[in-house]
């Protein structure tokens, strides 16, 4: 027998997890309740396997290289199914941190969360990814309406709050279509005082959503040519 330590990125069950996050149990019976779906991600933690390599069946792969990656060689890996009992005994000795999708019924992760920090990571752009034909606009603003019902929840009644500037614009974006809010523009000129104070343009931005968001405003920046500020920095 031999015993093998894994710390870092994990992939568990959902039992696995509430084994460790028993409070959680109670939002995830709200989301089943609402009809949503949801599925663990980005799992950390440490798990410990014991294994009997002469009695367990292993399988070798080989991945060939990936073309985009312009890479010469694959890799190959090893793969045996362990389970919980003998020839081989795995054990989760902790999990630190993970994060979860939720789905609706038209969207399979409508949107990511953090539910230790109660964060919202990541909100599905159904609208504005590709262009939409007048036959799939009905189908598409069903599905971001869907979306636009959990991030009500998570923000109304569970106190979530929104990760950064992109995930405030996909925020905004369908308050704007189902809300009908009152909008205005707000132009402003910046003049450099202190060069060393002066952040990088993406922290500006994301700075900025996020002080209009706690004062009730949602931001989004109006680029005339969005790949203009890639790899960008308009500002010293």
């Known amino acids: 027998m ?23 149990q109670s939002f995830l019976k709200e989301i089943k ?4 779906g949801y599925t663990f991600t980005d799992i950390v933690g440490e798990a410990e396997v014991e ?11 080989y991945y060939p290289p990936r073309i985009d990656e312009f890479k010469e060689e694959g890799r190959y890996t090893l793969e045996a199914d362990i389970g919980k009992k003998p020839p081989a005994v795995l054990r989760v000795l902790s999990v630190t941190g993970f994060r979860m999708e939720i789905s609706s019924k038209h969207s399979w992760r409508a949107v990511g969360i953090d ?31 869907e979306i636009y019902e959990i991030v009500k929840f998570l923000i109304t009644e569970k106190g979530y709050r929104l990760k950064d500037e992109y995930v405030i614009e996909k925020y905004k974006q369908l308050v704007d279509l189902f809300e009908k809010p009152y909008k205005f523009t707000l132009s402003v ?20 959503s996020k002080f209009f968001y706690e004062r ?11 790949e203009f500020l890639f790899g960008k920095k308009p500002i010293p």
């Open 2 to 24: 031999i015993k093998l330590k894994f710390r870092g990125q994990l992939e568990l069950s959902e039992k696995d997890v509430l084994r460790f996050y028993p409070d959680l």
């Open 189 to 208: 000129e910046l003049t450099v005082k202190n060069e060393e104070k002066v952040p990088g343009w993406d922290e500006l931005i994301d700075q900025l």
């Open 33 to 36: 309740s609402k009809g949503w």
């Open 216 to 226: 009730g405003l949602l931001m989004k920046l109006k680029r005339k040519r969005r």
């Open 115 to 145: 539910p230790q920090k109660k964060v919202i990571t990541y909100i599905e752009d159904v609208l504005h990814s590709f262009v939409i034909s007048k036959r799939e606009r009905p189908r598409k603003l069903s599905e971001a309406r």
């Open 51 to 61: 294994l009997d390599v002469e009695k367990l069946d292993f399988k070798l792969n």
